[in-house]
């Protein structure tokens, strides 16, 4: 079960990224007017990030229950990591910046969580196929 299970939750993950960065992002931009999007892409970013960070944080449990410490583990690892540090750190750094008008430092911060959100995308490819 935990087998099938490693490999399962990184596809939904994955899934959920790229609904999440060319489905929903790309229409509340297209669809609402900036003060609108603004709102809810930040209501809507802490569920993104603590919901792959939970489906992560259960398959790196997965890997560590059936002691497979295979590359897999470690990029599961790496992306539960980064889905913390974009949650918890980089998220109010870049809500910060934007609420201060540091246009420099927003747009640095956003450009790091665009990078690794393609880091992600890329060890989650890596593990399912």
Do not use: W
Not at 55 to 61: D, E, N, Q, S
Not at 96 to 122: A, G
Request: a positive charge.
């Amino acid at each position: 079960m935990f087998a099938e299970l490693i490999i399962f939750l990184p596809t939904i993950v994955l899934g959920i990224m790229l609904f999440f960065s060319f489905i929903v992002a790309p229409i509340t931009f297209k669809s609402l007017n900036e003060e609108n999007a603004r709102i809810f892409i930040r209501k809507i970013f802490p569920y993104y990030y603590n919901v792959n960070l939970t489906i992560c944080l259960i398959a790196t449990l997965c890997f560590v229950l059936i002691k497979n410490y295979s590359l897999n583990f470690y990029l599961i690892l790496s992306t539960t990591i980064l889905f913390g540090i974009s949650s918890f750190i980089l998220m109010p750094l870049i809500n910060k910046f934007r609420d201060n008008k540091e246009d420099t430092k927003f747009k640095y911060s956003h450009l790091i969580s665009v990078i690794i959100n393609f880091i992600q995308i890329v060890f989650l490819l890596l593990i399912i196929f």
